[in-house]
């Protein structure tokens, strides 16, 4: 039952609202003697910490996780890890006056006819808010895939924000850290951050496209039929609050693809099988090639705006909704490291089950 | 483990090679008392049934499928329902030349990676004949859900074959069923059908779109946080063979829109809420609006060509591969049915969680 | 992948060790609109706390327990909800000369060996204070229970410890909350501690039976084949700590009976089937028959004891172990409160199951 | 959701009724390359076939097991593997009578009142004859397990059987095969077989205990704390028909013992840790030690005689039953190649979580 939890082995289970006293993440099946600590997992909680710079909702908070079990002088003991983050800045005054009022675009309506009973503070378990539990979470994984196949590099960056798109001819890896945007393109940072800001003045927000992508994964890695590694991978994108779409490869683009454009040639390369592209996003059959793997997926913009919109109350009067509230002019920028959080659980997820299945951490068959 | 098993309450497990002597599904889950026989989902199975016409596979497979369990005088007895359907046309030796070649853009490497050993006739396991044992299980799906909650009705077409997209402004629902090619625009399918035999004709293959809709759906369906209803759409569809992108309402657009654009504006209507629009596709915060469940999802184009591509063998020497055989030109025609069997299954699966959860088989909290 | 957790839609994750900072449990699928406070939690958590007299482990924690997600306005809100209980008494310094050696009859070895790296302070993980988690966890289902089927009484006693017997036929249910053994027998209860001191003070320890039952459970709960109602029962007993069998009904007595004496016979009473005898302690082919449901597990004696037992350390060499520490002499008698508490949790489970399946939360079928 | 399926990595569902077309069971994360063929399933499904001799059942069924998926060229590919038993003897004229009556002790009352539609039919889907099912999945785990750990010997036979008991002092492993009784003491069959005889020639029938044990398990396997190895053993045995109690090493006799007594010590061996008695049964904290696995289970007395109980059909009228058909006198004698059968299977899927999480097949901790 995938109610709070994602994962086969690797399982995931997060907790916690917007405005309640904590949120956080049971994390169970990890590996046993893998090296971790709170400093660590921080690292990557601070890269999706909200307050951080003008482009971002201005409430502040520290996201200081702990480990509460787990983990027993520095190393995973193998047994559930519990990753808790304590809320400090809730300004739940700010949504007093939604108790009874559904904000268009949100999940306000649809917890309140699901459940009958909901905390509305800030949009409660539906807030984005929840997604620093995602992160503490993909810190553990990506601990543990240091360990077991080192080398594995997960990087996600933005390639479109609204109008705005990213020239792949100037992508630039090492760019991605050194702006607000995760962009790979120095460059084009003002420009982005220019385009934000009007549309933030505008009482306005927009949409995004995050592309995440794995290098050093080995082949042999999913789990046909419906635990296929794009199947999970999909699953695991789609799960990020805003996501409306989800590719991998060409995605989309292959439905104007002929045959003969589409196929990824094949040649024997020194240490295996190459090949002459990527159009599969380093997956066939479900299963990794040992190429990079390559997601992307679209954030919807924010629905949280200052702008009026048509809405209805708990009991069916109409109103106009406003919303106030510190909110992200793009909350796509935050979803960055929620994506490679995900990645890097779905790749350790699916390495468990396949050394499971074949005693193996690659490929079995041989090829040369 | 969802190795070959998807859902969570309604619990569908398929098996089966290509060319082995039979494939099928094994139904965990089904609510008892639902009228089902043979017939019934032979309906659904002829719809996607190869061999029908000149742009469809020429294998000739009547896909007769049998109910072993779980039905009883006419009816499920809530136990599991095993369904299998017969091969009968496996011209093996079409393939005997690939046992010890990868084809490109097929899942022959990545299974024979991770596997080490493999049933290579035909694609094996990783056939699109395995979609057969999909719709057979949608057909229980359906029986369930009208029986449950009559009135939905679960829809599937194509909007893009290539360089040929829909025309949104002729969309016709009563066209759909009466062309090859489930056209929402019986206008335009011989220009369709014109332009994949001239791919054919190419020895070449191209992608589609194809989107699937459900009305009628309540509101209330999905589990948040990682069984939402659209997270489960999405990992549903992605899992069919030959599927590089899903989206849910506006999907990748939505990453160009604004806040302002993109918000459903909410409004009363006589018997619920009403929507000024749909951008959403009918889910918010992973929860269904009572409005359409729109899903569409991108095929790649059949990798099976006539026209020779470079590939190794399995001792690493080069070669080039010609795929002979008798193949889809676009097996995005025959991804239709099955998505619509993964969308019935989806629906009927949350509708079960939601029940079991809250009692209810719509919404729990009132509105007006 | 049941790791920490136990459930199919009322899922239960426990996570923390015996001297860490806290532990807890995460629990998801609860129908939301129950009310729960932590006084009500509390309440069962007493029962099974530590150092309440001289009968148990004299470690004395206040196990309070703290609700941190799940709950808004003192109703669930169908979410998440994490319990976390701080640990306060851990004295560690008892335990640092176990770090390098094995005691008999304790998971020291077997966490040594299946994962490399524990926490051994108190046992960590292997330690009977994670029965804390489970018994605020039974706390949830418990009230949950009660909303949907009030009526329903899980009660738990000890019908055996070591060479003292419950002598059924003095059977007090009255009795069971009075005295310090839960014990239906008022009177026996000075024996039952003069024989539990006379072995504490030999250094000794002793095993026990205790017997938890369920009335007003409607007929129809469980889940044939794999998820009988027994096999979850059996299950959940078998988990906790120190159990080594468990019997339903007749339990391991029925190989000595005849058909003729075990079959209940079947009367129509007012209101439904009624049975001669119970035999089946309320299940028949895994589903419950609306007949009082009785489970049977035996606690093995505590293994910390103050006679030294011959072991090994972690280099292989012999040594003799004392286990020092505050231990209890019987763990039996706290397992009452957990066996319930595992009850409760089936109960809810397979009630939530049956809903989903069927809509029910009773018999479908009708007789008479 | 395990309605019909059980294991976590290892997983088999099963389907079929006692009288529709087929039976069987889909096993899904087999590891690949494993040699199968129908002739190794078949010996095992031998051992519980029907109709042998007078001891049993009269129904004559071959029980041929077919593969139809899953195995190519004689080896695991790794796929989900279909075992289909056609059932070939059903004489449902015997049921008829029983449409509308509920014999004691059976599930016809509890499946009426759990799904209100039941194939009725000899039992239908609560039927032992599920258990060849279970039998043909566990042939195939036999074969993973001698690949994976050669030397793991997997071994049931019969304890007790109504006022019959097996004499420890005798005990003979030799002599298991050799009697109808799967007897561990040669010489004390003929009075078993009598004494069986008898009770069938008084239209009863008797209760039995079953031990299965496993020599050769390596340390480390089981998952704490709800996929321990114990948990999962009570849950495998538990789930097969007409078990009432489950018992680990010295089981419910735990209650008895001091912890004096109880202790396992531990010495050094040359290879490893040696115990100086196996009082645990092979499993602490849930986690193999290395030593001989023990289990036990007592099966009721079949319900089905030829004695008359009192009952009541499905309007609620009193009835008297005598159950006709062709019956097991004692299903235990059945019941031990099952019991093997779930013993296999568990152990290759604690095996296999077990190198998924660590890697190893065996001890991860060093000792010496």
């Known amino acids: ?23 956080g993440a049971t994390v169970d099946g990890c590996p046993p003697g893998v090296a971790v600590d709170e400093a660590m997992l921080q690292h990557w ?60 675009g949100h999940a306000d309506i649809t917890y309140h006819q699901k459940y009958g009973h909901r905390d509305y503070r800030g949009g409660g378990r539906s807030s984005a808010r929840e997604t620093a539990a995602r992160v503490a979470a993909g810190g553990i994984a990506r601990a543990a ?5 080192p080398g594995i590099e997960v990087k996600g960056y933005m390639v479109r924000m609204g109008a705005m798109a990213l020239d792949r001819s100037r992508f630039d890896r090492d760019a991605i850290d050194g702006n607000d945007f995760w962009l790979p393109d120095a460059a084009a940072a ?17 949409g995004a ?14 789990a046909p039929i419906y635990g296929k590694l794009d199947t999970d991978l999909a699953a695991a994108m789609m799960s990020i609050n805003a996501v409306k779409g989800v590719e991998i490869g060409e995605g989309m683009a292959a439905a104007e693809l002929t045959g003969t454009d589409n196929a990824d040639e094949i040649f024997m390369g ?21 190429q990079e793997i390559v997601v992307r997926f679209a954030v919807k913009p924010t629905s949280s705006i200052l702008s009026p919109r048509a809405s209805i109350r708990m009991d069916g009067t109409p109103t106009e909704v406003v919303t106030k509230g510190r909110h992200d002019p793009c909350v796509g920028i935050r979803a ?5 959080a995900m990645m890097a659980c779905v790749l350790l997820d699916h390495l468990l089950l396949h050394r499971g299945q074949t005693g193996a951490m690659g490929p079995v068959g041989r090829i040369g």
């Open 1 to 23: 039952m995938s109610l709070n939890t994602f994962g086969h082995m690797f399982r995931v289970t997060t907790w916690g609202e917007s405005h309640g006293p904590a949120l």
């Open 45 to 104: 909680l601070d890269k999706r910490r909200p307050g951080q710079n003008k482009n971002m909702t201005q409430r502040n908070e520290p996201d200081a996780v702990r480990i509460l079990s787990g983990v027993f002088e520095g190393k995973t003991t193998g047994t559930s890890i519990q990753l808790m983050i304590e809320n400090t800045d809730q300004r739940s005054r700010d949504y007093g006056d939604i108790a009874n009022t559904f904000r268009p």
């Open 145 to 149: 895939l240091d360990l077991l196949v």
């Open 190 to 206: 003002p420009e982005w951050e220019a385009y934000l800001q009007k549309l933030r003045k505008d009482h306005n927000s927009v």
């Open 209 to 222: 496209i995050i592309e995440v992508t794995a290098r050093g994964v080995p082949a042999g890695l999913g």
């Open 270 to 290: 020194e240490t295996g099988p190459e090949y002459g592209s990527n159009h599969a996003g380093g997956i066939l059959g479900g299963i990794s090639t040992g």
């Open 336 to 340: 960055v490291p929620v994506g490679e």
